[in-house]
């Protein structure tokens, strides 16, 4: 399988990470939500559009549904903040989707578990990951933190 760069040995602690999250009882939040969530384990790249020279970064899925990802990883995020993902799930075609951060906590030390809601996607058939500028401004008009970041954009 392939993992976007991650070692054996992070594999292994996010495995395990991962289980130890799913054998605790669901959270009153997790008992509202609209559309069932699957165990999906799989790594994706996540683009940081608000971050200097919009880098991308690893991530490792949790669980997925029609409306939404969790994911682990490093970094920690804020509710409202957008991301985009590039994957290459069941489609036949490699996927780019706008997200936004619902909730961001810590699970251990230096990881934390994501939930995120999808908003858009578009397909990347050529594997380009070029984020459409329609998107940047969106995020630029919708997430207050990079307001504040790029205030001539907004």
């Known amino acids: 399988m392939y993992h976007i760069g991650l070692s054996h040995d992070e594999v292994e602690r996010i495995e395990r990470l991962i289980s130890q999250l799913d054998a605790q009882p ?61 994957h290459e799930l069941m489609e036949s075609c490699p996927q780019l989707v706008l997200a936004r951060v619902c909730f961001c906590r810590t699970v251990e030390n230096d990881i934390q578990e994501v939930g995120i809601s999808f908003v858009v996607s578009q397909k990347d058939p050529e594997r380009l990951r070029q984020i459409p500028t329609t998107w940047l401004a969106l995020v630029l008009q919708n997430d207050w933190l990079a307001r504040q970041k790029f205030p001539l954009s907004a």
Do not use: M
């Not at 165990?39 to 020279?53: A, I, Q, S, V």
């Not at 919009?54 to 490093?74: D, E, V």
């Not at 970094?75 to 985009?84: G, S």
């Open 26 to 86: 669901p959270s009153a939040a997790a008992c509202r939500r609209e559309y069932p969530r699957v165990d999906f384990r799989h790594p994706l790249w996540l683009n940081l559009p608000t971050e200097p020279g919009r880098p991308w970064i690893h991530i490792y899925s949790r669980n997925l549904s029609t409306s939404g990802l969790a994911f682990l990883s490093k970094k920690l995020f804020y509710v409202d903040q957008h991301l985009i993902i590039s």
